[in-house]
């Protein structure tokens, strides 16, 4: 099984074939018995019904709140004591308790990967630069910008993650992160004295959560 959208495409094909067999007490093909009884159906809406499921979740200092056992980060969510999570069988909706969409996406279990709203939680390691090394989304981190990141002082940890938002309001982490030189080495001929020619070789390139 790749999805439930390959699975639901395989079991269809299935259940076709499967029609044309004999029925296993009126000895008439299933297929026959099918375009019979279908004359005599109700036709479905042509409008989706809407099934779903509304779940109150409470909202950590990092903005995160949990849905299918996952931690979700959920930008801003932290202005607001909880929130509520709007759930079909794919997809959910964070919504704050004033109504706003605050973000959408598939959910967990889907396996889909989801892009990391870097943006955010920059802005949240700003108010709080210790969470870094502890946040659940340092491992994502690109290895040059992880490495920039890691300085013990708080106080450069601090602008460090303000010269990175500033960037990531035009640029994606992935581009920053190939362009590090350009972008981010300006007033710094060498923030770290690497030889990046050997560093690039052992580094992870990071950026995306499944």
């Not at 007490?25 to 042509?46: P, R, T």
């Not at 659940?136 to 890691?150: A, E, S, T």
């Not at 602008?159 to 960037?167: K, M, T």
């Amino acid at each position: 099984m790749n999805s439930y959208e390959d699975f639901t495409e395989t079991l269809r094909v299935q259940l076709e074939k499967d029609r044309h067999r004999l029925h296993y007490e009126k000895e008439v093909l299933i297929e026959d018995l099918w375009n019979e009884e279908k004359n005599y159906l109700l036709e479905l809406s042509e409008e989706d019904y809407p099934v779903f499921k509304e779940i109150e979740a409470k909202v950590n200092k990092y903005n995160e709140a949990k849905l299918d056992n996952t931690l979700i980060h959920i930008p801003k969510a932290s202005n607001y004591p909880f929130i509520y999570f709007v759930v079909t069988w794919d997809k959910y909706k964070a919504v704050s308790p004033d109504g706003e969409i605050l973000f959408e996406d598939f959910r967990p279990y889907m396996n889909k990967k989801r892009a990391i709203p870097w943006l955010s939680i920059f802005k949240d390691w700003i108010r709080k630069p210790r969470a870094v090394t502890y946040s659940r989304y340092q491992k994502y981190l690109p290895g040059r910008i992880n490495d920039y990141l890691m300085v013990e002082d708080l106080v450069v940890r601090k602008e460090r993650l303000i010269e990175i938002v500033n960037l990531l309001i035009t640029h994606d982490i992935k581009r920053i992160n190939e362009e590090f030189y350009d972008l981010i080495s300006g007033n710094n001929e060498n923030p770290f004295g690497l030889d990046w020619d050997e560093y690039d070789s052992l580094a992870p390139t990071g950026g995306e959560q499944s």
